[in-house]
């Protein structure tokens, strides 16, 4: 859905000059001419632009608050990216209100209205697993309400993203495995509808074109990875019935669930079977056997995150320039993916 309202940046474009020129012009600025204040006027009013003032009162009219949607607050991952976010809030002198979704895209929709009714100066968001649909966020963006998505980003909304490399860390999981000698390797995917999911599939699917290897699509399983038991029970299912060697997991709780099924089964981790997580939360490094992961810098994000909206709550001008920045993921080599 379009904005049909005429904007700074209609009225820039039939000037040829800058939006930041248009949004001066309008307030009278004193370092912009006479003759450009009139141009941009009469084309403003050519075009019928009516400044949106309730954007101007979010804006101007602060609450040095800003909220944060999360789709699970115990979630490692997430709260470390929420430290990221409270460490330059609060440097910049910010509270936040932090909401779950718990993966349900009604308390999503419910969240974005609470944090615009209490007026929060911007809203830092991670997508629901449900979200197929951001109507919601652009409704609020056209209100005047400042948003910028992390993780779990939209692909269609024209606004600030933080993101990690994660095709890359796919890639990464999956030559590991491949280096390490594994040949059937499978993939506990998220749900089809993140992005998140398609680029850590790509990444996977990448590694074995690189290696020469076909990829066996029976050994796919979409959104079964939420938490340990779904993981458990996709994999042992994978073990009766299609015979991998190997599981590179999208998250660390479905690598867990993973390498119990494969124990059960009979399997030795990792002689008989490799297993590669995505996080490193806490624990990989405490299990037994230890659990191979991709290392996402969750606190990194929350502070790029933040940095990016508070500059856009503070931002002078009414329209702001949008930024995506995709931050680098590490492999961590531990025993669940030692076999050579």
């Keep these: 859905m379009k904005r049909q309202t005429t904007t700074i940046k209609d009225i820039a474009r039939e000037l040829g000059i800058s939006p930041s020129t ?144 994660d095709l890359l860390g796919g890639q990464q999981a999956t030559e590991h495995l491949i280096k390490q000698g594994y040949k059937r390797i499978g993939h506990l995917a998220g749900p089809k509808n993140l992005d998140i999911t398609n680029a850590r599939l790509e990444g996977f699917r990448k590694a074995h074109e690189d290696a020469g290897l076909t990829v066996d699509e029976d050994l796919i399983i979409y959104d079964q990875a939420s938490n340990e038991g779904e993981a458990y029970a996709a994999a042992f299912e994978l073990l009766k019935t299609k015979k991998p060697d190997a599981l590179f997991a999208s998250n660390d709780l479905a690598a867990m669930g993973a390498i119990k099924a494969a124990q059960k089964y009979g399997k030795n981790v990792p002689q008989d079977f490799g297993v590669v997580g995505f996080s490193n939360w806490q624990f990989t490094a405490l299990t037994n056997p230890s659990i191979t992961t991709i290392e996402q810098p969750g606190f990194e994000m929350g502070q790029h995150a933040a940095e990016l909206l508070i500059k856009q709550i503070e931002s002078e001008e009414e329209e702001v320039s949008v930024e995506s920045l995709k931050l680098p993921t590490n492999l961590l080599a531990r025993d669940s993916s030692k076999k050579v």
Excluded at 77 to 94: C, L, R
Excluded at 104 to 126: C, H, K, P, W, Y
Excluded at 140 to 161: A, C, E, W, Y
């Design 22 to 165: 248009v949004s001066r012009a309008l307030k009278d600025h004193f370092e912009i001419s006479e003759e450009t204040k009139k141009a941009v006027r009469r084309v403003a009013e050519e075009l019928n632009y009516q400044p949106n003032s309730l954007a101007l009162s979010l804006r101007y009219s602060k609450s040095n608050t800003i909220g944060v949607i999360v789709p699970e607050i115990v979630h490692f991952f997430f709260s470390t990216v929420i430290s990221g976010i409270e460490d330059i809030a609060q440097s910049k002198g910010y509270n936040v209100i932090i909401t779950q979704s718990n993966e349900s895209v009604a308390r999503e929709m419910m969240n974005i209205q609470t944090l615009f009714n209490n007026r929060v100066d911007g809203v830092l968001v991670s997508l629901s697993k449900e979200s197929f649909d951001y109507t919601h966020f652009e409704a609020m963006m056209q209100k005047g309400l400042p948003i910028v998505f992390f993780d779990r980003v939209p692909d269609t909304l024209n606004t600030s993203k933080v993101t990690v490399d």
